[in-house]
């Protein structure tokens, strides 16, 4: 790792978003997350003074996990960008095939502009195998667990080290 630690005086944010699928909404038979409803969702206003460090991811659904497994048509992506400039944090969609709990999934961030934002877009189609039989919606939930690094030394020897002046994402 480029950095060993992060400073103590960092801030632990843990952040919950919530997306919702409704049976025969819009695709007939299936739960559909593919709506504006789970599109550019908010997860965290940006200081243009911090580097954002995602630690760990947590994924799951209001159905069990072998329920959920068993009914992913197209698999659940989180999409993870920042609301001025579109810039990705991940290079691809995270895959949300299974349950996280507590998985790595490492990288850093940062803006340079006032009043952006980390935001979500969350995709995928689910059938209704004979377990979701009568289940008008399914919620899933996306937790970040997230640290706000503004200590001004360390966020310069991590520019510093990593040579990325112009580029706001960093992967471990």
Same mark, same amino acid.
């Given at each position: 790792?480029?950095?060993?630690?992060?400073?103590?005086?960092?801030?632990?944010?843990?952040?919950?978003?919530?997306?919702?699928?409704?049976?025969?909404?819009?695709?007939?038979?299936?739960?559909?997350?593919?709506? +504006?409803?789970?599109?550019?969702?908010?997860?965290?206003?940006?200081?243009?003074?911090?580097?954002?460090?995602?630690?760990?991811?947590?994924?799951?659904?209001?159905?069990?996990?072998?329920?959920?497994?068993?009914?992913?048509?197209?698999?659940?992506? +989180?999409?993870?960008?920042?609301?001025?400039?579109?810039?990705?944090?991940?290079?691809?969609?995270?895959?949300?095939?299974?349950?996280?709990?507590?998985?790595?999934?490492?990288?850093?961030?940062?803006?340079?502009?006032?009043?952006?934002?980390?935001?979500?877009?969350?995709?995928?189609?689910?059938?209704?195998?004979?377990?979701?039989?009568?289940?008008?919606?399914?919620? +899933?939930?996306?937790?970040?667990?997230?640290?706000?690094?503004?200590?001004?030394?360390?966020?310069?020897?991590?520019?510093? +080290?990593?040579?990325?002046?112009?580029?706001?994402?960093?992967?471990?």
């Amino acid at each position: 790792m480029i950095i060993k630690t992060i400073p103590k005086s960092s801030n632990y944010l843990q952040t919950v978003t919530r997306f919702t699928a409704n049976f025969n909404v819009p695709a007939p038979g299936q739960y559909d997350f593919n709506t +504006a409803a789970n599109t550019g969702i908010v997860i965290l206003e940006m200081n243009p003074h911090s580097v954002y460090f995602i630690d760990k991811i947590n994924f799951s659904t209001t159905t069990p996990e072998e329920v959920f497994f068993s009914a992913v048509n197209t698999v659940p992506t +989180a999409t993870l960008r920042k609301s001025k400039d579109k810039g990705v944090i991940y290079q691809r969609p995270l895959p949300l095939v299974s349950y996280l709990k507590a998985n790595e999934a490492i990288a850093f961030f940062w803006t340079r502009q006032n009043d952006d934002s980390l935001i979500v877009d969350f995709r995928g189609i689910l059938d209704q195998p004979a377990p979701l039989v009568g289940v008008p919606t399914i919620k +899933a939930q996306l937790q970040l667990d997230i640290y706000q690094i503004m200590d001004e030394n360390w966020i310069q020897l991590f520019r510093a +080290a990593t040579r990325l002046t112009q580029q706001t994402t960093v992967f471990i």
